[in-house]
């Protein structure tokens, strides 16, 4: 089973609507990350959370809010969706172990807002 | 300004040779992290090689070794006997900083990509 799963993988909304998407890891990891990456612009960090009681706005938060339900999950939501948001997004996790800490992705949503 | 620099949109190589994907980086904290990941058509992201600012050897790990260039703030990945798998995005980041109890601020900054296309 994959460490780091995201549901859906696939997610066509309209206009509007309010989106949840869910990241889980069972790699025991205190650090949870979503991104989004849009061609050309690479992956931006929308929020991160240190732990359950820690989350930060990243580069791109407006339009986002999260929830960490666990230390196992971190969600994503559009409060109300609009076209621009049309993204891949991701979940990463990471443990705190100094310079050699590494991120570790999940699979990825494909959203597409009408 | 741009922290992490990509200049090659697009690169090719015949299989079987060496290629060298760029990146360039400005920062002015002294410890600072560079990664490369691996996106392939499928949408993951997959980790490759890690170069810390401190270290003093350059990274490798099997087929991929990084080219790190302090002074000119380069970190170039070079992979070495192209493979039809290499056929990806490959993204350049980099994490600043260390808080107090030494650990890792932990945000990374990605770089445009390079996609890497290689030819049989």
């Known amino acids: 089973d994959a460490d780091v799963t995201q549901t859906p993988r696939n997610r066509i909304t309209k206009t509007g609507k309010r989106i949840m998407l869910e990241c889980s890891q069972t790699k025991g990891h205190d650090r949870m990350y979503w991104y989004r990456q849009d061609p050309g612009l690479g992956l931006r960090l929308i929020y991160y959370?240190?732990?359950?009681?820690?989350?930060n706005k990243g580069e791109i938060s407006d339009g986002y809010s999260v929830s960490r339900q666990a230390q196992a999950k971190f969600s994503l939501s559009l409060e109300s969706a609009i076209p621009n948001q049309t993204a891949l997004y991701f979940c990463?996790?990471?443990?705190?172990?100094?310079?050699?800490?590494?991120?570790?992705f999940g699979p990825g949503t494909r959203l597409l807002v009408l | 300004a741009q922290k992490i620099t990509q200049t090659q949109p697009g690169m090719f190589v015949q299989e079987k040779e060496a290629v060298t994907l760029d990146c360039t980086y400005d920062?002015?904290?002294?410890?600072?992290?560079l990664f490369w990941y691996k996106q392939p058509s499928s949408g993951e992201m997959i980790f490759l090689i890690y170069q810390g600012s401190y270290d003093q050897q350059n990274a490798t790990e099997g087929r991929y070794s990084l080219n790190f260039q302090k002074a000119r703030k380069s970190a170039n990945l070079v992979i070495s006997a192209s493979q039809l798998g290499d056929s990806a995005m490959y993204f350049c980041?980099?994490?600043?900083?260390?808080?107090?109890?030494?650990?890792?601020?932990?945000?990374?900054?990605f770089g445009q990509g390079t996609i890497l296309t290689v030819h049989p």
């Open positions: 920062t002015s904290d002294p410890s600072y992290g």
């Open positions: 980041a980099m994490r600043e900083g260390l808080n107090a109890g030494g650990t890792s601020y932990g945000k990374l900054t």
């Open positions: 990463a996790t990471s443990d705190p172990t100094g310079w050699r800490e590494t991120q570790y």
């Open positions: 959370s240190f732990d359950v009681k820690d989350i």
